[in-house]
Every structure is written in structure tokens, then in C-alpha cells.
């Protein structure tokens, strides 16, 4: 079962981990490691912001039968012109290459154009990326 829960403070170490880790760090836009202090300034900025700012950001963890694989959601959400970018990284390796990555793909996207009634959802793709065909 596939799940999808924002996150919280207790999620900040785990989140730290996988994105420092060398499955994700070499393949996500910043090319410095991510501290805690760094992270929770990011964390309250974020909290601030959510809803309010004219460059949004949502950030959800994903879940597989209870189970916290990774992190997914949209930045640069422009809610008047209902357009985002989509972000994904699967913290845990062993679900990298399942169907599972698929599945969660879909249910952020659902949550974007269903939910939160997005027109446009657009991915920059780095071709430098091993896990792209996990992803097709």
C-alpha cells in the first residue's frame, strides 16, 4: 500500500541521511552535503512559507506499507498558474528498482493534478542519472 505523509521534524535526520547518501546526493541539484543546522533552517523556512509564498513548495514522504522509502512532491508551485516542478528520491535502495518506484510516481502525480488541481507538472531530467529507466 502506498502512502503519502508530509513531514515532520521527527523525519528531518532520515531525510538527512538519504540525501546525503551516494545513491541520491550525485544525482539532486545541490552539490554541498546537507548539515542539521542547514536543514533546519530549511525546515522552519519551509513551514513558514507553505501555502504563503508565490514559489511554493510541498514535500511529502513516501511510504510502502509503512514503511518510509523516500520523498516526493513539487517546488516552484505557482498556485495561480497551477504549474509545478516535480521532485522524487528514493532513500532506501532496495525499493530503487521495484514497480514500487512507479507506483509512487503516479500517486504524487494524482495528488498534483487531482488534488491540488494543477494544470502543468514538468520534471528536469539530468541525463547523468542511473536510475532514469526505473523511472520509464
Known sequence: MIGLKPIQRVNLDQLRHWRNSPHVFPYVREYRLLNSCEQETWFNSYLQQRRNADFD???????????DVGVGGFTRIEWR???????????????????????????????????????????????HDPNLPIYT
Open 57 to 67: 513548495t510541498e514535500i511529502l514522504i513516501m511510504e510502502y506499507n509503512g514503511t
Open 81 to 127: 498558474n497551477q504549474k509545478a516542478e516535480f521532485t522524487l528520491y528514493i532513500g532506501e535502495p532496495e525499493f530503487k528498482k521495484s514497480s514500487i518506484v512507479k507506483e509512487l510516481l503516479f500517486a504524487l502525480l494524482e495528488k498534483g493534478f487531482e488534488e491540488w488541481n494543477l494544470n502543468k507538472i514538468y520534471w528536469p531530467v539530468f541525463g
